[in-house]
């Protein structure tokens, strides 16, 4: 039964620290994907707005292209 004991501090900050680095990672993971989510509807909406739908948009070259 000392052995149960024993593990008490080092899983205590072990917890801890797992903790704080998975929600860390998910807030930069939802953070990030929100953002992504975000640009699209942006560039989308002002696509629609500019009149260019059903036209593409080369990032390339810098130019519509008609289709």
């Known amino acids: 039964m ?3 004991v024993a ?3 080092p899983l205590l900050v072990g917890l801890v620290l797992l903790g704080l680095l998975l ?3 998910g807030y930069v993971l ?3 994907g929100w953002r992504l989510y975000t640009v699209y509807q942006w560039r989308e909406r ?3 707005r500019s009149g260019m739908s ?3 948009w080369n990032k390339d070259r810098k130019e519509l ?3």
């Open 2 to 4: 000392d052995w149960v």
């Open 7 to 9: 593990l008490g501090k």
């Open 23 to 25: 929600s860390t990672a």
């Open 30 to 32: 939802v953070r990030g």
């Open 46 to 48: 002002a696509k629609r």
């Open 54 to 56: 059903g036209k593409a």
């Open 65 to 67: 292209v008609m289709g």
